[in-house]
């Protein structure tokens, strides 16, 4: 049996919670933040007296309030300004901008030479345009060097991404596949108690999730990119009733798909696309689904920059959904396979009355 976890979330400003209570004592804060440690799967853990807390981080684990340039010197021809960030708690760390990491919101990133990420509040960016000597779309110049800006999540240029998983399937190399339906879909799918839906599963892989709903009494299109992944899915499940396959571009889908669900069903798609594409998977969900028709998904939110798969925040996924959206049930699943422990977000949500359809 695995220990017991103690969980620590840290909301989007940057402050933790023990339970549902924010953490006011200065001292306790200080240490959480100072304490932060990266996981290998990309989550985050700190420690508190010898106790060590798994951490859930809404946005970046740390969050810059302000910050101050702490002078330019030049030692050898080489640059040399550092600037002090200023975190909750009176947390404090010195740090030279080698490199600004930029999101899809127009917001800067970094991380500290513990390789911590954070992410500048809207009042410490502020700041930060007042004090570099000048920036511009794609790049800031701070003590006269130009510093590209970086896009927050990587991109598939170091692979093919139209073979890409076809090659994986082919090779075997399905680590990814948990040969059964996700944990968090099995838990709440006959909690919710649905009546008889249209289900779409894109990026369905081996079949898994899609066959759960349809063992559940549901209509399910489980569609795939893969031509290697959806016969992997016919011969797992392709004689059990209320199941359809079709290998297809998720971003290409037939006509008659369009408004054609109720339910759209994601886990592991978003992670596994380019992700200056992830706005325009949003739109393929809009286009399949019926009005007030829902979008059930385990997100993984974690750090992994480089993909596939790419990793993402709660944070991003809210801003991506919520003016067409509303969450009916949005929380961390803390029962994920190993591996997984801390990586996974179960959002329901339920498109808003009125929303203007795409397509």
């Known amino acids: 049996m695995r220990p017991a976890i103690k969980w620590l979330p840290i909301d989007e400003e940057g402050y933790p919670y023990f339970g549902e209570t924010r953490v006011t004592d200065q001292e306790v804060g200080l240490a959480l933040l100072k304490n932060l440690k990266r996981h290998d799967n990309g989550t985050f853990e700190t420690f508190l007296n010898e106790e060590s807390y798994r951490v859930e981080n809404f946005d970046d684990p740390l969050v810059v309030r302000t910050l101050e340039e702490r002078g330019r010197q030049s030692r050898h021809g080489h640059r040399d300004d550092r600037w002090l960030l200023h975190f909750p708690y009176h947390h404090t760390i010195e740090h030279q901008f080698t490199e600004v990491i930029q999101d899809e919101w127009d917001r800067f990133h970094g991380r500290t030479p513990d390789g911590i990420p954070f992410v500048l509040s809207r009042a410490a ?14 790049s800031v110049t701070i003590a006269g060097e130009r510093i590209n800006l970086r896009p927050w999540l990587g991109s598939f240029a170091a692979v093919d991404s139209s073979t890409y998983w076809s090659h994986r399937y082919q090779n075997k190399d399905t680590a990814f596949d948990l040969q059964s339906a996700a944990p968090a879909l099995v838990d709440m799918l006959p909690r919710m108690k649905w009546p008889r839906s249209r289900v779409l599963v894109l990026g369905c892989g081996a079949g898994h999730d899609a066959a759960f709903f349809a063992e559940h009494g549901h209509l399910v299109t489980g569609v795939d990119f893969s031509a290697e992944a959806i016969s992997a899915a016919r011969k797992n499940y392709g004689d059990r009733p209320g199941l359809t396959w079709l290998q297809a571009d998720a971003f290409q ?14 886990h592991t798609c978003y992670c596994a696309i380019e992700p200056s594409r992830r706005q325009e998977l949003v739109k393929v969900w809009l286009r399949s689904l019926a009005p007030r028709g829902h979008l059930m998904g385990v997100f993984f939110v974690h750090d992994k920059p480089m993909g596939p798969p790419f990793g993402g925040s709660e944070w991003e996924v809210r801003e991506r959904l919520r003016r ?17 422990q801390g990586t996974e977000l179960f959002v329901l949500a339920q498109l808003k009355p009125g929303t203007n359809i795409v397509g």
């Open 324 to 340: 067409r959206f509303d969450f009916l049930f949005w929380g961390r699943w803390r029962n994920s396979p190993q591996g997984r």
């Open 125 to 138: 960016q502020a700041r930060f345009f007042d004090l570099v000597d000048e920036f511009d779309d794609d």
């Open 253 to 266: 889908l037939p006509a008659e798909l369009s408004h054609a669900f109720d339910i759209v069903f994601e």
